[in-house]
């Protein structure tokens, strides 16, 4: 375990030097403050009359876990995997003294550790705002589950990316398909019903599974087997295909 850890936190450390996951949250900082704008100008042009009462931390939820978190995450493993690959360095990941399946759960960690990150920072960012305007911590309890309970999803796009990653050497290249494939994904989850119900990318908020919709027991187990089911299966690909990778 301390040798696991060790190597964890030395791929956090690789991300941390990293400027561009701060410039990510900064847009999506940048994202909540214009949504609230959205909702002030709109009380201000009816006079005060129509006034709309912003749980804004639970209203950033889907753009949080559908666009910032799996952008962070695609390109952390970007970073990992494909530019470690293309500049030769993943050797020296592997002269640790840990095995490969390890390594592949320590860098896989590290990018849903960013991505995690990048939702509680928004949802910080969300809160303040929420309190300077007035509305206090107004759903704030109700949006802190929820964002726990959507990080579990975000795995299967860890995954999805480290796979891509580990057949498309180019970093830009692997960041490019990774976002499209993801991008991809959403679209036939949110227009095509029957493709919709066997993707991964279609429960990523969970949180509507457990805390919002009431589905029927039977259901509910389905939605969560595909989703854990995906899980599983990409990881389990990830780790073969890095296995037996030359490197």
Known sequence: MTRFMFAYKKELKK?????????????????????FGGTALFSRMTGGSVRLASKLSLEMLPFAVEVL????ILFAVCDLFASELSHD????????????????TTKALAALSFGAAA????????????IISGSGFYGFGTALLAYIIDIVP???????????????????GAAVISLAVYALMKYLGIYTASAGAFLFTAGAKLHLLLLGQTLPFGALMCKLGILFGSIL?????????FEKKSI
Request: proline share 2%; aromatic share 8%; glycine share 4%.
């Open 69 to 72: 978190a799996p952008v962070v």
């Open 233 to 241: 299966i990409l990881y389990s690909l990830s780790y073969i295909i």
């Open 15 to 35: 991300l941390l030097h990293r400027k561009k996951y701060i410039v990510l949250v900064i847009l999506g900082a940048i994202a909540s403050l214009i949504r």
């Open 119 to 130: 939702m509680l920072v928004l949802l910080l960012v969300n809160l303040m705002i929420q």
């Open 154 to 172: 975000l795995f299967g796009i860890v995954f999805l990316g480290i796979i891509i990653n580990l057949i498309v050497r180019s970093a830009a």
């Open 89 to 104: 360095t993943m050797k020296v990941c592997l002269m640790q003294p840990v095995s490969r399946f390890k390594l592949l």
